[in-house]
């Protein structure tokens, strides 16, 4: 089959990359379009130190079990539902498990994946394939109102004008009334702008510590101490960048503030899933191109680009 594999920090597209091998209560999903996120680009300079089909953002076709012939989108972590952590209920956790195009387990840049059925979710008929390859990131957005206790008077300050910050701007803009998006590209936030957003450029950020919440989209090792110079003490940091390499910072601040900082990851499909089908939120701006499977050295070359928001793989095309 074709795939666009990583071996160490060499990308090569293969027209003879081997079919995914079953594991129990997996189905093969016939893919037909999948999206290239900052992960992705990550793993390609190390993160993780990944080797295999990348590609984590998916929605295809279930080729059997009980959705088989439908569109389907797939949560990413392969748990073992054996062990104490996810008899506890953190299956995303699970010490056993390995994440789709991420950890020991082959992704979706490729004409088939396995998924287990039991990670599969119906795609609803009114949702375009397009949209519906964004559930992923958007339930990574929602995993911010599933972990914290906002308000409506909460001072958000989401740091990132990129594809995953987009997402979970619109979201917290429905919860909370003082939303501002801080980046560094001016036609990506005006994007947001466009969207009823409140943004401002990175060199511009606000000087006082006011935020109550601070997000971190950014991608880079200096969204954490851009969010400290920006929440208030006994504020909150949300972390959803990952980033190759090791980070170092002084953590005195964090202890004398009593800033507390919560990891983010994946979140809830269903959500994100109803929040397509309802129109929740808008998608359609942040699709920058689209390219075929066998030109992905291509579009990964153009996701990596300053101006892009989502390249989108058109798997089946």
């Known amino acids: 089959m074709r ?46 130190g990944f080797r295999g089909v990348l590609g984590h953002e998916f929605v295809g076709l279930a080729e059997s079990g009980p959705f088989a012939g439908r569109r389907v989108v797939g949560e990413i972590n392969c748990s073992c539902w054996k062990c104490e952590t996810c008899l506890a209920g953190r299956p995303t956790h699970c010490p056993h498990r390995s994440v789709i195009g991420i950890l020991n387990h082959d992704g979706a840049f490729a004409d088939v994946v396995a998924v287990p059925q039991r990670n599969l979710h119906v795609v609803p008929d009114s949702v375009p394939t397009d949209l519906a390859v964004f559930t992923e990131p958007l339930a990574a957005a929602f995993q911010i109102p599933a972990q914290l206790s906002l308000h409506r008077e909460d001072r958000i300050v989401l740091l990132g004008d990129g594809r995953l910050g987009n997402l979970c701007a619109q979201v917290l803009a429905r919860l909370c009334d003082r939303v501002l998006v801080i980046g560094k590209h001016t036609e990506k936030l005006a994007i947001l702008r466009q969207l009823g957003l409140e943004t401002c450029l990175l060199e511009n950020q606000p000087r006082e510590r006011l935020a109550d919440v601070v997000v971190d989209c950014t991608g880079s090792e200096s969204g954490l101490p851009t969010a400290l110079q920006l929440v208030r003490p006994r504020g909150t940091i949300v972390l959803k960048t990952t980033v190759a390499g090791t980070q170092t910072m002084p953590w005195a601040p964090i202890v004398i503030d009593e800033i507390r900082v919560v990891g983010s990851r994946c979140g809830p499909f269903d959500r994100a899933l109803a929040a397509l089908e309802q129109n929740e939120v808008q998608i359609q701006p942040l699709i920058s191109n689209r390219f075929e499977l066998s030109n992905g050295l291509a579009a990964l070359e153009r996701a990596q680009s300053k101006d892009v928001l989502k390249v989108l793989l058109d798997v089946d095309a």
Not at 19 to 26: F, M, N, R, S, T
Not at 36 to 41: G, K, Q
Request: hydrophobic share 45%.
């Open 3 to 48: 795939a666009i594999v990583l071996d160490r920090d060499q990308v090569t597209v293969r027209d003879d990359h081997p079919l995914p091998i079953l594991a129990d209560g997996e189905v093969l999903v016939r893919v037909m379009r999948a999206g290239i996120c900052e992960t992705d680009l990550q793993l390609i300079r190390g993160y993780m």
